[in-house]
């Protein structure tokens, strides 16, 4: 601890930030001084818009400014196609590449017992409702492929057998432009068992 407890404490808590070590949170706080005023006032905004107006979708539970998400509002979207993921990130991920077409449900994390993290911790009993609408035809699971990714994805494809819809995995598959050398060997198992005809 230097003499700047106030800079010191700012370090801390940025350089938490996934991918920020301490190094680049002091170059951030830096900055802020060095730059003052509008940034910091800039900032205590953003930071405030995000803790007051940022909520949960209450149909997918993606993240919302409002009571529904920008998905869930947009009516050209297929509500037959519901696609499974972990966490708002994948959502955002999905919608940068900007292809899926259809609709979302967030779990909010995956199946992990040995961090006490169960079906009742996520968001499973809205998706059993939303399969139970009838409105669904097809499934996509999009968790990762993790240990509790698979197992989260087994307990979605059960839940959805018995509402008549079609589930469907995502495909693991080989990175563009990676080379089979240097895959791990269940990267190579998964894209030799997942193969389709050429
Ligand atoms: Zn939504």
């Not at 197992?151 to 080379?179: C, D, I, W």
């Amino acid at each position: 601890m230097n003499g700047l407890p106030s800079v010191e404490r700012a370090i801390a808590i940025f350089s938490r930030f996934p991918g920020i070590g301490k190094k680049s949170a002091g170059r951030m706080i830096y900055h802020l001084l060095r730059y003052g005023e509008r940034d910091i006032e800039q900032l205590l905004q953003a930071l405030q818009n995000l803790r007051d107006r940022v909520k949960t979708c209450r149909i997918c539970h993606n993240l919302a400014e409002g009571d529904i998400c920008w998905v869930c509002n947009d009516k050209k979207r297929d509500r037959s196609l519901l696609c499974v993921l972990e966490e708002p990130s994948d959502l955002m991920a999905f919608e940068k590449a900007g292809f899926f077409k259809g609709t979302y449900h967030v779990l909010g994390g995956r199946l992990n017992p040995l961090d006490d993290v169960g079906p009742e911790q996520l968001n499973m009993s809205s998706l059993e409702k939303r399969l139970l609408s009838g409105e669904i035809k097809e499934l996509v699971i999009a968790t990762n492929p993790t240990v509790e990714g698979e197992a989260t994805a087994h307990f979605v494809a059960q839940l959805a057998n018995s509402s008549g819809s079609k589930v469907t995995r995502l495909a693991y598959g080989l990175p563009m432009g990676g080379e089979l050398e240097y895959l791990d060997e269940s990267t190579l198992y998964q894209a030799l068992t997942g193969r389709r005809e050429f």
